[in-house]
């Protein structure tokens, strides 16, 4: 334990205070650690951390004598700082902030901070909790009911932001845009929370290698570069104690890392070796609503004939008599079991779309509003919760009363053993802010909830969205991004798309539908062309549109691709097929470690600055690196960092750092790159070469 130094500043003396924490094994430190200490000089106050055990090192300081703002520095350069209105706070509908240092004490290894605010009677109290690679910021309002809370921080100090996840902005994010870096954008998310359906997590992180994560269950409104001022600003939609952590480390990769050490790596993958080897083929894209039993099963024919199927069909939205009945629709599906057989005689297994959602003109509706199976309304409690969807008006089955979750899960076992369903799609969520939760349970228990029902089947590889803390990043699921247009711009935020997911600590991505899904007219050759064989580089293919040809849903006019198309799309399936090996070693290599599958440039080769603007390429673990051509080009640029590198398509040996211009891309051609020192590089050299 240290003494306590407390002083109001006016009555400050010239000399400087220095106070030293004395070591504790925090984070690993030994007894020779000489550990932070705290010094007051100048009108700064400055907390210095050493560097030690692999960790760099750090200071963060902070004026005594103007408005508080706190900067990060290391090895002499600033990492990170403040923007205006560093701490800032919603009352009485009314935007007010804190303002002058007016004490701070330090005490066993913590240093306590008070400041006064715009807002008469009220103060901030914060607490800097420093450790080797990180500190820990609380802080909170007195003197008045806040009801927000947030941080703001200078987007630049810190160089390019990444993490998120699937990002709002103006450019139609996460549909059809997805900025990579964070700041060559603008985001905007005021929905930001563990019930929305993009899947985020409040966690980001830098170029300069330091990262902040919020610690919360509660809603954010969170935006990065909104209409380009260059800020950050991450407010977390209570009055409860803000709870942050900031990392300060020595690449973007560490500070990952010491993320997944609070929230947990995979311990398991919920999709099988032949799952991650193969395509899954869902209806959704194909034909939308409109879609029937002899509809699937051409489709399901066509494409076993045309050599391009994979492991399952799964029959999306629009087969049950009505939403939430669970039950197949006589007129469209008049014998569901032969479907069922006829699509198991092709060699596939046979899947259904479900949702927890019951619409209120479901014939279950009224059976579970009568025996309190829905979640109820936040507003009123004594009634059901009722949410709009793109499919109507519906309560949603409540999963933290268990006799609720029994009566789903009777229904899915009568349909699923009547019919030989193989495995199911969950959409939509588990929870709405409309709702409020059950007693006892908080927005973030619906995700473990949802979590353990979906874990108890055979996802398909279609995976499940859900999100935000422990449960979600532990269980393994395979994540499917939300709908993408069917244009370029789709395409390249389904990759961009994948490094933010794969990097907030979900490895087992696959982008959207291959073509995409969003309802848009259907996609031209050259994209579906090239959405499959960008996806050939990703852990799993998830396919729907036909290269043998789709409906365009906004003309209802049918749409042919040519033997070209046929072929390019199935030379991307054997190309990832022949890569299953390589893929499944990542699998079971991330379980070990919790590293990303799918991971910028930057990750593998930190001291590449070009690679830290990037967002048309990525490496495939270790030993492949990928740079299709996501645009009509003929040509695209290529950079490879330091190393020797094997060209896939050129079969030649490149020697890096270089950036290879014009690289000729004509529409058999996806560029790809082995680096030939890296664990893995002969089972990828073999499949790649194709033999």
């Not at 603008?186 to 830098?206: H, I, L, R």
């Amino acid at each position: 334990m240290v003494r306590i130094f407390s002083r109001k500043f006016g009555c400050l003396p010239a000399a400087a205070l220095t106070v030293a924490l004395l070591p504790t094994a925090a984070h690993g430190s030994q007894a020779h650690d000489p550990g932070p200490t705290v010094s007051e000089s100048g009108g700064t106050l400055t907390v210095d951390v050493p560097r030690a055990h692999g960790s760099p090192g750090y200071s963060v300081s902070l004026p005594t004598d103007r408005q508080i703002a706190l900067t990060t520095r290391k090895s002499g350069h600033t990492v990170l700082s403040t923007g205006p209105d560093a701490l800032r706070f919603r009352a009485g509908g009314t935007w007010q902030h804190a303002t002058t240092l007016t004490g701070w004490r330090w005490q066993d290894g913590t240093l306590t901070l008070t400041t006064g605010t715009t807002l008469p009677g009220t103060r901030v109290e914060a607490r800097l909790t420093p450790t080797t690679d990180r500190y820990q910021l609380d802080w909170q309002v007195t003197g008045v009911e806040a009801e927000q809370l947030g941080l703001s921080y200078d987007l630049g100090s810190a160089g390019h932001w990444y993490g998120h996840g699937e990002t709002s902005t103006p450019s139609g994010g996460p549909y059809t845009d997805q900025p990579w870096p964070l700041d060559a954008g603008q985001v905007e998310q005021a929905d930001f929370g563990p019930a929305s359906y993009q899947m985020v997590d409040p966690f980001w992180y830098t170029e300069s290698s330091t990262g902040l994560y919020v610690d919360t269950g509660d809603p954010m409104d969170v935006s990065l570069n909104a209409g380009g001022d260059g800020l950050g600003r991450f407010t977390v939609a209570s009055g409860q104690p803000y709870r942050a952590t900031v990392f300060v480390e020595s690449t973007p990769r560490d500070v990952y890392r010491d993320y997944i050490g609070i929230v947990g790596k995979p311990r398991q993958s919920d999709a099988t070796y032949e799952q991650y080897e193969k395509p899954l083929w869902n209806s959704w894209a194909q034909f939308y609503t409109a879609v029937d039993q002899q509809k699937l099963l051409d489709y399901a024919t066509a494409l076993h004939d045309a050599g391009v199927d994979g492991h399952t069909i799964q029959l999306d939205d629009k087969w049950e008599s009505n939403y939430g009945n669970l039950t197949f629709d006589p007129k469209a599906y008049p014998d569901p079991k032969s479907l069922s057989e006829r699509i198991h005689a092709l060699g596939d297994d046979f899947g259904l779309w479900v949702t927890l959602w019951i619409n209120l003109d479901s014939t279950n509706y009224q059976y579970a509003a009568d025996h309190d199976y829905l979640l109820r309304d936040a507003a009123d409690p004594s009634k059901p919760c009722t949410v709009s969807w793109w499919n109507g008006t519906a309560g949603i089955v409540d999963l933290a009363n268990p006799e609720a979750k029994a009566w789903y899960q009777a229904n899915l076992k009568k349909l699923m053993d009547t019919y030989d369903v193989d495995g199911l799609k969950f959409d939509t969520r588990f929870f709405d802010d409309h709702c409020a939760p059950r007693e006892g349970h908080t927005r973030t228990d619906y995700q473990r909830l949802g979590s353990e029902l979906a874990d108890s089947y055979d996802l398909q590889g279609a995976g499940i969205r859900v999100h935000w803390g422990a449960t979600a990043h532990q269980a393994g699921f395979v994540i499917r991004q939300i709908d993408k247009g069917t244009g370029w711009n789709s395409l390249k935020a389904s990759v961009s798309q994948n490094l933010a997911l794969s990097t907030i600590g979900y490895p087992f991505v696959e982008t959207d539908m291959i073509g995409g899904s969003s309802g848009q007219p259907a996609p031209a050759k050259e994209v579906l062309v090239r959405w499959a064989q960008s996806a050939s580089y990703m852990p799993l293919m998830y396919a729907s549109t036909s290269p043998l040809g789709t409906t365009d849903v906004t003309t209802g006019q049918r749409v042919d691709y040519d033997k070209e198309t046929v072929d390019l799309y199935r030379a991307a399936i054997a190309r990832h097929e022949r890569l299953a090996p390589y893929l499944w070693d990542q699998v079971r290599s991330t379980l070990k470690t919790g590293d990303p599958i799918v991971r910028p440039l930057f990750f593998d080769f930190p001291e590449d600055r070009a690679s830290y603007t990037i967002d048309d390429e990525w490496m495939l673990g270790p030993a492949v690196l990928a740079a299709p051509n996501l645009t009509s080009s003929a040509a695209r640029d290529v950079r490879l960092p330091a190393g020797t590198w094997y060209d896939v398509n050129r079969g030649r040996t490149v020697k890096g750092p270089v950036t290879l211009k014009a690289y000729a891309t004509p529409l058999a051609v996806t560029p790809a790159f082995v680096n030939l020192h890296a664990e893995g590089a002969a089972k990828a050299l073999t499949a790649l070469r194709g033999r």
